[in-house]
């Protein structure tokens, strides 16, 4: 049973920075992909960012967030984290952790991953 919990998210104002983490339990964290989606009220869910196993050599941004955001994983800690900087109020919304075995893809696509966590609300105020 594979297990992801996030964490840190919070309020900020506009321009602010926040750092989510995930924590990954129930098997080897080095052998997933991982990924970070957002879905906001009313809206469907949308591909943040995503990093490839074990080394990260590879990472995928969405278009809106590329240039604010940074993923990145630590092996030693079973975690994965995203850095978001320069925050807009229309990044407010629940951000959640995902898991997939099979390595490679498009990364994008949400069907691709095989386990979630539970969401972290962000809500970033004008």
């Known amino acids: 049973q594979v297990q992801l919990v996030e964490s840190g998210g919070g309020l900020v104002q506009a321009g602010d920075s926040l750092r989510l983490s995930c924590a990954v339990s129930g098997r080897t964290f080095s052998w997933y992909d991982m990924g970070w989606f957002r879905q906001a009220p009313g809206k469907v869910r949308e591909f943040v960012a995503a990093?490839?196993?074990?080394?990260?050599?590879?990472?995928r941004y969405g278009d809106s967030v590329r240039g604010r955001f940074t993923i990145s994983r630590d092996n030693g800690k079973n975690t994965v984290f995203l850095q978001m900087s320069s925050l807009k109020p229309d990044d407010t919304a629940v951000y959640y952790c995902a898991a997939k075995e099979a390595h490679g893809g498009t990364y994008h696509a949400d069907s691709e991953y095989d386990y979630w966590g539970q969401g972290t609300q962000v809500t970033v105020s004008s």
């Open positions: 990093i490839s196993w074990w080394s990260g050599s590879v990472t």
